[in-house]
């Protein structure tokens, strides 16, 4: 039964408010600066980005320009505006909730949330993000797009992308993907296990790669596709994998929420030829640090004194263990839906682990060959 | 106290291979259950009570001693965690309840609790303002 007009005035309606008076600044910040945008398809779906004022343009246009096409119709499926109040001059307008504090090296975030439409506001990196993911809409703010945080940067746009794309049945899903020919296996596990490392070392060993850190997962055809082009590293994972200065972005290694600094990494640059839009998923593969070897090789030592990867086999209900639950805590929203379609997943395709080698190159190996295996 | 329970609201739950996978969205606290876990997780659900899942397992294995101890360990655990809540009296599934077994052998329920999504909430916190249920919904 639909609201009363009332009730849906009451509170729920903070959020459309909010959503359409963000959208009218977009508006008069690109009438007052000037604009441009970027037509692109992702996951299938066509999607424009438009900028006002030249700092968002500049800072998040690049990431997003493998995925450029241009559209067949004018007003495409999903629009996400980008405006930043530094280059525009034109500022948000004033919160509809209580601002609150966000300690030192954190980034707590106030959301609000109707039928329509949802508002998250990051109180570490004032980011503010409105979206009416089922009008295919959406309007991302920073204060200053010069002085971007490094989360926006690694991961931009990620909850405009998150809420339109699962309206429309793409679930963003914490996981990397690589591969051959067009199939290849999901990379899953939380921060730290090693995704990114493993997922880089199959680029630079010749594979296909989607993403290091975060996929648009569409279940039904097992499908995984690109968001930006951009990959996450530590500064020893770097090392290890020997990437070229090039490929590093100048801000070079920057602290992050989650633990040690990291810096971004151009797919592009790193691995020309690599970065693919979409792969078949044939397989999941749940990278894990080793307990038989140090995960570094100690001076000296040489890669063929120490084991090799080994890959096995392991339960649907272990690949859902590491692939549900930073996909679903970090998404925030949708978890139900999240679990059953990641659920369908395992059910669908087998699991593995990968113990892995400190030998990047080994683990790349070991992956091509459980990919040219799986048909 | 009631005798009965309910799956905690903020709790989301699959079963796979016969282990159910629990994940609170309220902490980030995830958590397994294999053995015959999953299917006291089944009855609970349905709305059985201590009693009635004591009956249910004996119907299904036999007179196993083990069961009554285990399914009151189990049960101090699901409610700890949260993934199970007291709950008014409610139409148990009495199917599967009255289920005869078809010879699988007990096992003792296994319970695994994962707390390291934990940081996670921590560092990037929610404050929901206001909420509707179910949001956003995939396009039909």
């Known amino acids: 039964m639909p609201a009363s007009p009332a009730a849906a005035r009451a509170g729920a309606d903070l959020a459309d408010t909010y959503f359409g008076q963000l959208g009218e600044c977009f508006e008069r910040a690109a009438r007052a600066a000037g604009g441009g945008s970027l037509d692109l398809e992702m996951a299938g779906l066509p999607l424009r980005l438009r900028f006002a004022g030249a700092g968002l343009r500049k800072e998040l246009l690049a990431p997003f320009e493998h995925l450029a ?38 980034n707590p975030v106030v959301r609000l949330r109707s039928e329509r439409a949802c508002v998250l506001a990051a109180a570490g990196s004032r980011a503010l993000t409105a979206a009416a993911p089922g009008a295919g809409a959406a309007v991302f703010h920073l204060p200053d797009a010069t002085a971007i945080p490094a989360s926006e940067r690694a991961a931009p746009i990620r909850e405009a992308l998150q809420l339109l794309m699962a309206a429309r049945g793409r679930l963003m899903t914490h996981a990397g993907a690589i591969g051959r020919g067009g199939r290849g296996v999901l990379l899953v596990g939380r921060g730290g296990s090693g995704k990114s490392t493993l997922a880089l070392s199959c680029a630079l060993a010749g594979l296909e790669i989607v993403a290091d850190d975060y996929v648009l997962l569409e279940p039904d055809s097992l499908t995984a596709h690109a968001m930006q082009s951009t ?145 | 106290m009631s005798e009965y329970f309910r799956i905690g609201p903020e709790i989301v739950h699959e079963t796979v291979d016969g282990e159910v996978i629990a994940i609170d969205l309220d902490n980030g606290s995830y958590y397994s259950l294999a053995g015959s876990g999953p299917l006291v997780w089944e009855l609970l659900a349905g709305g059985a009570s201590e009693a009635e899942l004591r009956d249910a397992l004996a119907a299904r294995f036999g007179a196993i001693e083990a069961i009554a101890g285990d399914v009151s360990v189990l049960l101090g655990q699901l409610r700890e965690s949260g993934l199970i809540v007291e709950a008014e009296r409610e139409a148990g599934n009495a199917a599967l309840m009255a289920k005869a077994g078809d010879g699988e052998a007990y096992e003792t329920p296994r319970f695994e609790r994962y707390t390291d999504m934990k940081d996670y909430f921590l560092l990037d916190p929610i404050h929901e303002v206001d909420s509707a249920g179910g949001w956003p919904r995939p396009a039909a």
């Open chain 1, 69 to 106: 096409t241009p559209l067949a119709a004018a007003e495409p499926a999903l629009a996400i505006s980008l405006f930043d109040t530094a280059s525009s001059g034109v500022e948000p307008p004033a919160p509809l909730w209580d601002p609150i504090e966000a300690p030192p090296g954190t």
């Open chain 1, 231 to 375: 990959a996450k590293l530590t500064e020893d994972s770097a090392e290890r994998l020997g990437v070229p200065a090039a490929a590093i972005d100048s801000a070079g290694f920057e602290p992050t929420l989650e633990g040690p600094a990291k810096a971004l990494v151009d797919l592009r640059a790193l691995a020309p030829g690599a970065l693919k839009q979409q792969l078949g998923l044939r397989a999941i593969v749940a990278p894990m640090l080793s307990l038989r070897q140090p995960a570094h090789i100690a001076g000296g030592r040489r890669l063929d004194d120490v084991a090799p990867p080994l890959i096995r086999r392991i339960s649907a209900a272990e690949g859902l263990r590491a692939v549900a639950p930073s996909t679903i805590v970090q998404s925030g929203f949708g978890g139900a839906e999240s679990l059953t379609a990641l659920a369908g997943l395992v059910r669908r395709v087998p699991s593995y682990a990968l113990d892995l080698s400190p030998d990047p190159a080994a683990n790349a190996a070991a992956v091509d060959r459980l990919v040219a295996g799986l048909g």
